[in-house]
Structures are given as structure tokens and as C-alpha cells.
């Protein structure tokens, strides 16, 4: 009789997520209680305003940050939030710029680099959002194949919806502008999708941005890997609960790694 050995592998599971939060100052304590409550593990937050470059902690997270030096007026800013417990696994991070951070960690056996970004919106200066989303590149680039890529925050960009495309989902908005056509060469570029638009949800669970008075929604935060990743999306989408004031809703990434 022929006997079989049946090999259990370990599953791990993780959720990613990214907060467009106006400004961190005075609401620390309200970001921190949201993401506990909706146990959450690696956030990025944009728009942060904080100055310099540095690590704290924030209750169960460490605070890696990325800012204007304390000199100059602070209008973006990004930053990742990781829970305490995966300390270990941190290896190197870099604060690029005030619209760029990056984050390398070893996790679950997964050589993993974690990019969060601040595009500027197609309104402002032409010259300064061509070179933020050419360093974007670059960034990519130099990372190479050996490592998994988890990009989020708020590119500003509108990527529309596409039928069997690698880049862009079905479920998305019709409307494509300037950053979003740079965003799609990007990924085209580097063999990498918007998770956003594979996950089918009701609207509300899709838009990322809103303003009320005018009535008007769109989804311009995103959460990018690549397209052949060994990470296993399970799904993405929109939480509407946490906005701590500001006019973007918390978008989620839960994924299994194998």
C-alpha cells in the first residue's frame, strides 16, 4: 500500500491599508483608535503635515514619518503606521522625500518592500508632479524583482475600469485624468495592477474621496502590488467609518501569504 505524507504549510494573513488624514496633529489618538478597532497592521497615511524624518510610537505602532525639514511650512507628508509586533521584521526604511516613504520588511517568509505615496493633484504644478511620479519610478526600478511591492496612498488619480486588462480592473471609475494615465504607464512599465478595481463592491464601498456640498465622489487612493505576486489578495475595499476629518475614506487590502 502506498502511503501519502501530506504537507501542511502555515498561512499567514495581513491587512494593508491606506488614510488620506489631513493633517496628524491633534488626531493621533482618533487614527490609533480607529485602526485598533478595525485591526489593522500596516497603514500609510498621507497628507500627514508632519516635519523632519523619524520613528516614534504611537500606542501599539511604530510611527515611521517622512516630512518637510522643520524650517519650512509642511504641506504634505507621508508616514507608515506598523504594529509593535512586527518590529523584528523591519530590515531598513528611508524617508524619500515629503511625498514618499519606503519600508523594508521580511515577513512571513516574503522579502517585502512597502512604498507610500503623496501624488499631487493634477491642478498643480506640471513640472514638480512629473518629477515626483518619475522618482516613483525610479524608486521602483531600483528595487528590482526580489522583493514583493506593496505601493499605497493617494495618487490624485483616476485609472477607469477595463475588461481583462493586467493593470486596471473592471470595477472602477469610467474617467481617466493626466495622473492617471502616468500612474497606468507606470504599472505597465513594471508589471504591476490597481488592486482596487478586481474586487467588486457597491459604490460606497469603492470611493475613496467625496465632497458632500457638491455631490461629488471618486476613487483616487490605491493600493498597487505586482501582477504576479506570491501574495494572495482576498479583497479591497472601502471603509467609511474612520475619515478622522478629512475627505478621503480608509481603503483596506487583507491578503494571505503562503
Known sequence: MRRYQFVHRKISTLTFETNHVQGIRNKTGEIIKGLEKLKQDITILTETKKKGNGVEILGPFLHFYSGVPKEKRAKRGVSILVKKRYKRYITTWEAVNENMIKLHMNLFGKKLCILGIYVISDDENAVVREDLLGKLNEVIVEIGNSREILIAGDFNSTTGEKINDL???????????????????????????????????????????????????????????????????????????MTVGSDHYLVNAKMLFL
Open 167 to 241: 493593470v486596471v480592473g473592471p470595477f472602477g471609475e469610467k474617467v481617466i485624468n493626466d495622473n492617471g494615465d502616468k500612474l497606468i504607464d507606470i504599472c505597465e512599465q513594471n508589471s504591476l495592477k490597481v488592486l482596487n478595481g478586481y474586487f467588486k463592491h457597491k459604490r460606497r464601498h469603492q470611493y475613496t474621496w467625496h465632497q458632500d456640498t457638491q455631490e461629488l465622489r471618486s476613487i483616487i487612493d490605491y493600493i498597487i502590488a505586482r501582477q504576479n505576486s506570491g501574495l494572495k489578495f482576498q479583497d479591497v475595499r472601502v471603509f467609511r467609518g
